[in-house]
Structures are given as structure tokens and as C-alpha cells.
């Protein structure tokens, strides 16, 4: 194998023999030949001309149209049916009738697909490419169907064949490659990036078992894999002629060439093959269609003769059998570090895969490297793709033969760096032996970057040894880490943070040495947003179809600040009635998704429901919730039966989210929740006062039935820990009120709303350090009314009580790090208020208008804008022809 970096490995230049057996750098030899896509506009004249024109007239006069009425799209379902499934009227059952449907839709779009590519290649202009490990994109159908305003039409046709379009719909599998926020966040802005016409495309990984399914069994979470391409995916393209050879471990040979200059040349000891799977993002109102490319590892079709012929021809097989578990599965952990050797090897496929494919493409432009960073941006979403620095480093200088410094210099204006934490146990390192062996080269040039990041340092702020070590990407520990936050702020021309508050204490806390280093105007702010089309148009029809009456057009969905003209009916009757009714109709619809799922009945739709849903985590503080659950209950028991219905608003709370496999304290959570769920929900003395309920398996398509039917929902996290939330903003969005710590993104949406429209508690981040000081060396301060909620749990109210000792040991006796005995006085205070704020409904529907007309800040295509404009210096680029 050896150093055979083939720029053309890419069957869109040359076919899959040519890029799979060349091991040098031979260009292919121009030829006037039909390809795939990505012709430059010089070259189509060549390529028409070498075409007879017979040829072209024939094929012109069947060029592939889009459907565009019913007819059409019936026509083309019963195709579908009758020769891609091989099926017929008898036999075509739901999931055949979504696959037709998609398969439909998805014609629509892979020409849509084919134009913008063309539209894009031609002009050339700057792209961005996000590089993100996970992509939470949910179900396309509906989103597709939505964005491209086919959805009435459709829905109608479906009906006229024999099937309801929502349960089409249901039948799709979510595509879940991602934990929680981060994975959400690519997806919104990959929607945005779409639908504001910005040239761009996505890159992740194609795992084969998506974040696991959860189950609840007896109160505990079990995992199930989550297989999601059990049956035929309709959203993919599979490029499999597209080929790019990856290696792994070996060696570094280095040598002197003939003008004295040093080369190092990396031979790998282990190759796995990436191929492509292509995934169509439709824009909203827009023909754009931008790429989502997704990586599947596969073994090399290459032999290892020197085993055939020892006879060890098993072996063999096994060891190329082992690349593809590469792709295999997510890793399911959400703001957690877990170190494993396999995570490395797929962050590395993922990145030489994909700068492999973006530079190939730029290398077609025949334009000097220097050019380079006018051309395209690559933004780290997280320290997962940080590598791509390295691997970025390594072509220009060992392959293309820049100076370091030329190539350092193209580098740094390429990549953005985005951090999603403060948080030490969600920073990633890794150890220096590991990199040895599985990428001895990048190992060298993370070396050489230290070096020459150190030197600049010294000669800055000479003789400071301590500056020195804390800013080292080295951490000298036993054994020696690799910071790699430290790696992506060093290879980046900006570093945001994801809200105004994680932004700033970024500055002040992790990375402050490189603000002294860098300066200020290195670091920046993007508050993360949500797309509208998925969160408001799809989740809650209702709301936009009232929300559009008011407002004479649905431009809303695409200017999201346009909401603000809400305010004004504020006081008509007529339209708060509406109002109240939509949300009212949406609990309708969760309570009958809670019946199914947990057979819990949730007796009265007019109760406040007040929904917690969010990966299951300490620093999120469900425990906080539960506790206080536990509180009311307990207070409403206490409380002489005639007086109860005064002092209390019948509650639901609803709990949802899942747990990393391996982290027992979230799971003690998670069974505590159900535990009290058991208990509240049997007694008959508490009645419709008070219901508990743990939803199983929260993903995107359930939160798009939670987010509309919340009256009042929770982002309760320890002050400084949550980055921004996302759930948030989807809630406000959908006209539901939050109960909140001063926190992430919370405290933009208080500045928006107003502070009269939400329940803020608790200390603040500035406080965090001294109250955790004040723990270690005077204690825990337990109040009277957290102490009679132990007191009950420790007598085994809810079974037994051992099983839950860790987590309230971790509060009382071990420090309580993440503040629950300190906010929980505060919190308790601010549901109070939340009661007696419910009690008036109009004014408490007043609010909620408040929330929805405020919340237009919170559109990612907002933030898309932001990072176009202060990142990575983009612009649009217009799809009507
Ligand atoms: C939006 C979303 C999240 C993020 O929720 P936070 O409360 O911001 O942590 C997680 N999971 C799913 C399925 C989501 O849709």
C-alpha cells in the first residue's frame, strides 16, 4: 500500500478499478467522457460536443420532471409500488405505501439534488463544510414533504389511493445518529444551511446502530440496539463507486531529498475503505438541496497475499471483516469523555475521508493552495473532528509539499472550532501512546505545532514556565493526554461558544490563557437556534395555521422575527380562546402517546403539564424535579382533603430522556422517577392532583409531539453548566413557559420574552465555585423540607431504599457538586409561583403568546447568518433559474 494518496480515488473522475488499484499520484488523462457530477463549465462544451447530437435530442426529450399534481404523483407512487418493491394494490401495506411515498418525494429532490450540485460546481463560489459525528435528523418524509410544499397535495393523493399520510409518516424509522443537543443542533442548521441557499454540505458517519432504543422494565432503562436500516432507507444515496482508502498505524519513514529538504512519509499498516452515502437536505421554499455525505467503512478489496499464501486464508477474511465495525455504532454517550481506541479510528476515517473528498474537489479548480481558504471553511463542530487540523497540515506539507509555514498559514484560515462545554469530564484528551501507534505522523506534526505554538508563547510572555505547561497541547500526566481543545483553538481562526453566557465564561475559565495569548477577537458568540420548519410548522400545525391566520402569510417560517406582529391581538378574546384551544388539543395528543406508550391515563387535559425531557444527566438535575415532585406530593397528603383544591393546580410531570449506558448515577435517576411514578399515580387520596410520568425512548419524532403540549417546561442545570439547550427554545417556541436557572441560553430567552414571563431560580454561575468551597470544608446544608423528602426514601416509600442511596449520598455527604441542596429553597419558591401564575388562565395564555411572539432570536437560520457572516465568510447562493 504504502503512501498512495490518490486524489482521484472518486469514481466521479475515474471509475472504482482505476482509484482503488493505482498506488501513485498519475492524473488521469483528460478525456471528453460523460461523468456524474461535478464537471466544471469549461469542460461540459467538450463533453456535449463528444456527445452525437442524436443522442442529446433523444435524451433531452425525456429530461426527468418533478410531480407536480396529484395525477403525477400517483402515477409515479403506483410505479414505485409495482417496480422498485415489487408489489401491487393487494399487497401494498403501510410501510410499502411510505416507501412509495418517499421514494416519490425523493425523485423530486435527487433532481433538485443534481441542479443545486451543477449550480454549485459552476460558480465556484466559497463552501462550508460542516463536520459534525453526529446528526440527529429524526424522520425526512413529513420535513421533505413540508419544505418542498408538497404536503397538501400528497396528503390528498395518499388519501385517494387508500392511505392516511400520517400514518405514512409513522412507519419511518428516525434516522437517531446522534446523543441529544449537538447531533440536533447539525441537524437544524443543515435545514438552515439548505434553506437560506448557502453552498454547503455536511459530513458524518453512516452508524449502522444509531443511539440506542430504551426501554423501561420495572423501573430501570435497558438498552436495545437501535438496527434503523432493517428495511430499505429511501433518504440515501449510495455512492458505492466512491472509494477513498484510509490508513491506520505503521510507521513514519523519513528522508532528505536532493535540495536538502526533509520529508516524512507516513506508510500505513492497516487500510479500510470509505464509501459515500448521500443524503438530500431540501431547503424550505427553494429548490436548493444541499448534500448531506455520511461514511461507511468497508474492507479494502485489496489481498493480503502474505497470509493467503501462509494458508491463513480465515484470518484474513476476519481482519477485513473488521473494518466495517469502523461505522458500526454511536457512541451513546452525551458531555461525557469515554477514551476508547475505536472512537479515535472512527473520528480519523471520518475526517481523512472527508478532507479527502473537499480537497479533491477544490484540486479540480486547478487554483493555487493559497487559495484554499477563499474557497472553502471547515467548521469543527465540537473537538471530535480536531484531527482535521492535523490531517490538513499533513497533505499540504508531506503530499503537496508546501513549507510548514505556508501550510500552517492556510490551515489556521481554514477550520472554526465550536465548544459545546465547560465541563471537565466532557473535554477531550487523548493519550500520547495511542496516537503513536495509530497515527504515528500526526503524532509528529501535534509535536511540531506544540513547538512552534510554544515558541510564539515564550517569545510573548518570556520566561513564564507555568503559562507554558497549562497551555501545552502535551498535559504531562501519567500518561501523557493530547488536549485536543487545546489543538482545535491553536488551528482555528475563530472559536465560538454556543450562548452569550458559555461564550463569556469560556473566556474566563478553560480557555483564558489563550485569550491572553490570541486576544479577544479570536473568541465569539452564536447562540444555537432551531429550525422553524421541524419545531413550529410540523410539530404544531395547529399553532402555525392559527399563527398564519393572524399574520396573512406563513413568511414567518423563513424571517422568524416576523412572529413579533402576534403581540398586537394579545387582547382579543377571540384569538386567546384559539390560542388556549391549540395547546389544549396538543395535550390531547401527548396524553393519548403516554397512554400507549406507559398505559398511564392522564384524567384531566386542563391540568398543568409540566414536562422535563432531556438526556437523563446530573448537571441537567432531574433529580432536583423529582425531589421537589416528591416534596408536593408529600405537602399535598399533609394538606385536609377539602383544603387541597385551593392551595394546589392538578400537575402532570413528565419526565423523558436517556441515560449513558454506563452511568449509574443517571440511571438511579431514571428508576427514581419511576419509583414515585408508581407510587403518586396509585394513590387514589391525591387523585388528579398530581401525576407522574416517565416517557420511554424521548427521541426527535416524540419530542415533536412533547414540545407542543407543554404548559411549563424545565432547564433547571447547575448555573454555568449547560452550554445553551436547544429543548429551550423548541418549548418557548410552541408556547409553553419555563421554569429555569439563569443558565445557557435562558438568559437570552429572558431578555427576549421578558423577565415576567418566566421562572427563573436558583444561584447563579458566579457563585458556583464558592459554594462548592464552602461544601467541601463546612458541609451540606440540608433544609427541613429536602431533609422530610430523604426521610421518605430512606424508609422505603418508594421499594428499596438502598437502591437510591448513592444519589442522595452524593447530595448530602459528598459535596453535592452540582448545587441541589443549595437551589432547592428557591425552586420550590418559583413553582409556587408557577401555581398561582396558572390559576389565571388568561393571563397565563397571554404569556404564552408572549413566548411565541418573542421567539424569532432563536431561528438557526439566524445563526447560520451569523456564522456566514463572522466565521466563515460565505454567501448565498440564489436557486432560482
Ligand atoms: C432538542 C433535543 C435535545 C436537546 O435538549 P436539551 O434540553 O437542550 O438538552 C435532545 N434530544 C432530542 C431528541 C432533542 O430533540
Known amino acids: 500500500m504504502g503512501n498512495s494518496y490518490n486524489w482521484n ?76 418493491l415489487a408489489r401491487s394494490l393487494y399487497n401494498c401495506d403501510e410501510l410499502a405505501a411510505y416507501q412509495a411515498t418517499s421514494q416519490t418525494m425523493r425523485d423530486n429532490l435527487v433532481t433538485n439534488w443534481n441542479k443545486t450540485q451543477q449550480r454549485q460546481t459552476a460558480k465556484d463560489q466559497k463552501r462550508i463544510y460542516y463536520l459534525s459525528l453526529e446528526f440527529l435528523m429524526g424522520r425526512a418524509l413529513d420535513n421533505a414533504l413540508i419544505n418542498t410544499g408538497n404536503r397538501d397535495l400528497v396528503k390528498d393523493s395518499v388519501s385517494e389511493l387508500g392511505f392516511n399520510l400520517e400514518d405514512l409518516i409513522s412507519q419511518e424509522p428516525d434516522a437517531a445518529l446522534g446523543n441529544g443537543g449537538l447531533g440536533r443542533l447539525a441537524a437544524c442548521f443543515v435545514d438552515s444551511l ?113 497470509k493467503f499464501n501462509s494458508g491463513d486464508y480465515t484470518n484474513s477474511v476476519q481482519a477485513t471483516q473488521r473494518a466495517e465495525t469502523i461505522t458500526s455504532v ?66 499540504l506539507v508531506d503530499l503537496e509539499g508546501l513549507s510548514w509555514d505556508d501550510a500552517w498559514s492556510i490551515v489556521t484560515k481554514v477550520f472554526g472550532y465550536t465548544n459545546h462545554t465547560v465541563m471537565q469530564e466532557a473535554l477531550e484528551k487523548w493519550p500520547v501512546d ?58 482555528s481562526h475563530k472559536v465560538n461558544g454556543v450562548a452569550e453566557l458559555h461564550s463569556e465564561l469560556i473566556k474566563t475559565t478553560i480557555f483564558k490563557d489563550f485569550v491572553k495569548i490570541y486576544g479577544a477577537s479570536k473568541f465569539t458568540n ?21 399563527i398564519e391566520s393572524k399574520l396573512g402569510s406563513d413568511a414567518y417560517l423563513k424571517d422568524l422575527t416576523l412572529l413579533k ?57 432531574q433529580q432536583l424535579n423529582i425531589l421537589a415532585v416528591i416534596h408536593r406530593y408529600l405537602s399535598i397528603k399533609a394538606t385536609p382533603a377539602a383544603d387541597r383544591a385551593k392551595k394546589f393546580v392538578p400537575k402532570v410531570s413528565i419526565f423523558g430522556g436517556k441515560s449513558a449506558p454506563g452511568y449509574y448515577q443517571a440511571k438511579r435517576i431514571i428508576k427514581l422517577i419511576n419509583s414515585v411514578s408508581a407510587v403518586v399515580n396509585a394513590d387514589a387520596e391525591v387523585g388528579d392532583l398530581l401525576k407522574v410520568v416517565f416517557i420511554p425512548d424521548y427521541n426527535v419524532s416524540k419530542a415533536e409531539v412533547i414540545c407542543p403540549a407543554s404548559d411549563l417546561s424545565e432547564h433547571i442545570s447547575t448555573a454555568g453548566t449547560e452550554a445553551s439547550g436547544t429543548s429551550n427554545m423548541k418549548f418557548t417556541l410552541n408556547g409553553g413557559l419555563i421554569i429555569g436557572t439563569v443558565d445557557g441560553a435562558n438568559v437570552e430567552i429572558t431578555r427576549e420574552i421578558g423577565e415576567e414571563n418566566i421562572f427563573l431560580f436558583g444561584n447563579l454561575a458566579e457563585s458556583v465555585e464558592d459554594l462548592r468551597h464552602h461544601h467541601r ?4 446544608q440540608i ?99
Request: hydrophobic share 35%; proline share 5%; aromatic share 12%.
Open 9 to 84: 480515488a472518486d469514481a466521479n473522475n475515474v471509475s472504482a478499478d482505476e482509484s482503488l488499484n493505482s498506488n501513485n499520484n498519475n492524473i488521469p488523462k483528460p478525456r471528453a467522457q460523460r461523468r456524474l457530477t461535478g464537471f466544471l463549465p469549461s469542460e461540459i462544451k467538450a463533453i456535449e460536443s463528444s456527445i452525437p447530437l442524436k443522442s442529446r435530442e433523444s435524451w433531452k426529450k425525456h429530461t426527468v420532471t418533478n410531480f407536480s399534481t396529484s395525477d403525477e404523483f400517483e402515477e409515479s407512487f403506483v410505479r414505485h409500488v409495482e417496480t422498485t
Open 194 to 306: 439548505s434553506s437560506g441557499d448557502y453552498p454547503a454540505w455536511g459530513y458524518g458517519l453512516r452508524y449502522q446502530y444509531g443511539i440506542f432504543k430504551q426501554k423501561i422494565i420495572e423501573g430501570y432503562q435497558v438498552e436495545v440496539p437501535d438496527y434503523w436500516l432493517k428495511f430499505e432507507n429511501p433518504w440515501e444515496i449510495a455512492r458505492k463507486e466512491i472509494q477513498i482508502p484510509i490508513d491506520f498505524y505503521g510507521y513514519v519513514e523519513h528522508s532528505t531529498d536532493a535540495k536538502g529538504v526533509k520529508k516524512s512519509n507516513w506508510i500505513g499498516g492497516e487500510r479500510v475503505i470509505a464509501t459515500a452515502y448521500d443524503f438530500p437536505v431540501p431547503g424550505y421554499d427553494t429548490k436548493n438541496v444541499n448534500n448531506l455525505r455520511l461514511w461507511s467503512a468497508q474492507a479494502t478489496t485489496e489481498f493480503d497475499f502474505a
Open 330 to 395: 454511536l457512541y451513546p454517550n452525551d458531555n461525557f469523555d469515554s477514551g476508547k481506541e475505536l472512537r479515535l479510528k472512527q473520528q480519523y476515517f471520518w475526517v481523512a475521508a472527508s478532507l479527502h473528498d473537499i480537497l479533491r474537489r477544490f484540486k479540480k479548480s486547478k487554483r493555487p493552495w493559497v487559495e484554499l481558504p477563499d474557497q472553502i471553511a471547515i467548521q469543527l463542530n465540537d473537538t471530535h473532528p480536531t484531527i482535521a487540523v492535523v490531517e490538513l497540515q499533513r497533505v
Open 434 to 491: 495511542l496516537f503513536q501507534r495509530l497515527l504515528p505522523r500526526h503524532l509528529e506534526i501535534i509535536y511540531d505545532i506544540n513547538l512552534f505554538f510554544l515558541q510564539h508563547v515564550e517569545k510573548k510572555f518570556p520566561g513564564d514556565r507555568d503559562l507554558l505547561s497549562r497551555v501545552s497541547i502535551i498535559e504531562e500526566s501519567n500518561p501523557r493526554q493530547i488536549r485536543m481543545a487545546y489543538l482545535a483553538i491553536i488551528g
Open 526 to 546: 452564536v447562540t444555537n437556534g432551531i429550525t422553524p420548519r421541524r419545531w413550529l410548522k410540523q410539530a404544531n400545525p395547529e399553532l402555525a395555521e392559527l
Open 565 to 621: 406582529g402576534l403581540e398586537k391581538f394579545v387582547e382579543e378574546e377571540d384569538f386567546i380562546k384559539a390560542w388556549a384551544q391549540v395547546k389544549t388539543n396538543n395535550k390531547a395528543r401527548l396524553i393519548k402517546l403516554i397512554k400507549e406508550l406507559t398505559g398511564i391515563d392522564i384524567p384531566n387535559p386542563e391540568a398543568l403539564f409540566d414536562i422535563q425531557v432531556k438526556r437523563i444527566h446530573e448537571y441537567k438535575r
Open 777 to 780: 470544608y463546612q458541609g451540606v
Open 783 to 881: 433544609t427541613e423540607s429536602l431533609q422530610k423528602v430523604f426521610d421518605v426514601i430512606d424508609q422505603g416509600l418508594f421499594g428499596e431504599a438502598s437502591e437510591f442511596a448513592p444519589l442522595l449520598d452524593s447530595i448530602r455527604y459528598q459535596g453535592d457538586h452540582y448545587l441541589v441542596s443549595d437551589d432547592f429553597e428557591s425552586y420550590l419558591k418559583a413553582q409556587e409561583l408557577v401555581d398561582e401564575t396558572f390559576k389565571d388562565t388568561k393571563e397565563w395564555v397571554k404569556k404564552s403568546v408572549a413566548c411565541v411572539a418573542n421567539s424569532g432570536f432563536f431561528s438557526s437560520d439566524r445563526a447560520i447568518n451569523e456564522y456566514a457572516e463572522g466565521i466563515w465568510n460565505i454567501e448565498p447562493l440564489s436557486a432560482t433559474d
